[in-house]
């Protein structure tokens, strides 16, 4: 069975500066998709960006960018000039790309704490 | 076009009740799942439908819990007799087809909050 382990529980970072959130998975499949998502207070899980990981180049979306190392199962999520709507908890998840997989599986999340 | 809807919002019931949770999809999806998060921890998967069909159950309680998505209406999740281990945020997602078919997302609702006192 696959896992996903975040091992940082709480971050913090002054705004307008970049802080890197990481995540290691484990899975023997080959293909697979790999997202970060983020809860804010409201509770909505908010898909911040994707990766397949047949695609070596990372992903990018605006500040949010992956560092994908797929020998290493790793995946960290970096957000650039950090701003205080980015407060919230992120989640790193897992599926699997076989025909038929629909499960998603979450780390156990990391709390991202914006400093004005 | 309106996202996936979940209510109750929050839920409060009392030990031995039965809590009835509904999850309205996306338009234009007939792809269900539902997820359950504890406090302080991520979300772990539950049970994924199509219309009328179970697919996964696999992370079901085999006991008391059970879910349905009928050709016409929303989503249940139901839980019989509900225990103060059943308190959490219950999350709904929605996808237009199967995963595995291509990169097809799924959308969450805001779920629902239940609190077994």
């Known amino acids: 069975a696959q896992t996903v382990t975040q091992s940082q529980p709480e971050m913090s970072v002054q705004e307008a500066e970049t802080v890197t959130l990481s995540c290691t998975y484990d899975?023997?499949?080959?293909?697979?998709?790999l997202f970060w998502y983020k809860q804010p207070p409201s509770r909505q899980m908010i898909l911040v960006i994707r990766?397949?990981?047949?695609?070596?180049q990372n992903a990018t979306e605006n500040r949010f960018s992956v560092n994908f190392q797929k020998a290493a199962k790793s995946f960290s999520l970096k957000i650039s000039d950090s701003q205080l709507g980015d407060a919230a908890m992120y989640f790193c998840?897992?599926?699997?790309?076989?025909?038929?997989?629909?499960?998603?599986?979450f780390g156990q999340g990391t709390r991202l704490t914006i400093n004005p | 076009n309106a996202g996936v809807m979940q209510n109750p919002r929050h839920l409060v019931r009392r030990r031995g009740q039965e809590a009835r949770l509904r999850c309205s999809p996306m338009?234009?999806?007939?792809?269900v799942y539902w997820y359950r998060q504890l406090p302080e921890e991520g979300l772990k998967f539950m049970v994924y439908?199509?219309?009328?069909?179970?697919?996964?159950e696999s992370g079901m309680p085999k006991e008391r819990f059970s879910a349905e998505f009928p050709k016409e209406g929303p989503s249940i999740l139901r839980i019989q007799q509900v225990v103060r281990g059943d308190s959490a945020a219950y999350f709904c997602?929605?996808?237009?087809?199967?995963?595995?078919?291509?990169?097809?997302?799924?959308?969450f609702g805001q779920g629902t909050r239940l609190t077994v006192v």
């Open positions: 338009k234009g999806h007939s792809h």
């Open positions: 997602a929605s996808s237009p087809q199967g995963p595995g078919t291509g990169n097809t997302e799924a959308f």
């Open positions: 990766q397949e990981a047949y695609k070596q």
């Open positions: 998840a897992y599926r699997s790309a076989i025909q038929g997989a629909q499960k998603l599986v």
């Open positions: 439908l199509q219309k009328e069909n179970i697919i996964d």
């Open positions: 899975t023997s499949e080959s293909d697979y998709y």
